[in-house]
């Protein structure tokens, strides 16, 4: 059973910095892309930032430049990197990826079961 679990949430003063992690764990045989997604109170889940197996990524024009993501494929694990957090991007931070289980199988989508950030002005 696939499973993401992420770590590194947490809160911090406007200005500062986290760095967020995800391991992907269980019957995988390759994951295609990878992402942060997160979900403020009263708004819909958006994309962050999500990174192709070949390293290409793709961010929301609110974060670029300010947070980066990254991945280790050896270690089927995806990483963004926060700085100059603002109140505005507090939020429930989710990592997500499409994985293959099977040789030739489909790709599925899998979400892990969040992490909080908050960020005080």
């Known amino acids: 059973q696939v499973q993401l679990v992420e770590s590194g949430g947490g809160w911090v003063q406007a200005g500062g910095s986290l760095r967020l992690s995800c391991a992907a764990s269980?019957?995988?045989?390759?994951?295609?892309?990878m992402g942060w997604y997160r979900q403020a109170p009263g708004q819909q889940r958006e994309l962050v930032a999500r990174?192709?197996?070949?390293?290409?990524?793709n961010y929301a024009d609110s974060v670029k430049g300010r947070f980066t993501i990254s991945r280790d494929n050896a270690k089927n694990a995806v990483y963004l990197q926060m700085h100059i957090l603002q109140p505005d991007d507090t939020a429930v931070y989710y990592c997500?990826?499409?994985?293959?289980?099977?040789?030739?199988?489909?790709?599925?989508?899998?979400w892990g079961q969040g992490t909080q950030v908050t960020v005080s002005s």
């Open positions: 997500h990826g499409t994985i293959v289980t099977l040789r030739g199988g489909p790709l599925y989508s899998y």
């Open positions: 269980g019957g995988i045989f390759s994951i295609n892309t």
């Open positions: 990174i192709t197996s070949g390293g290409n990524t």
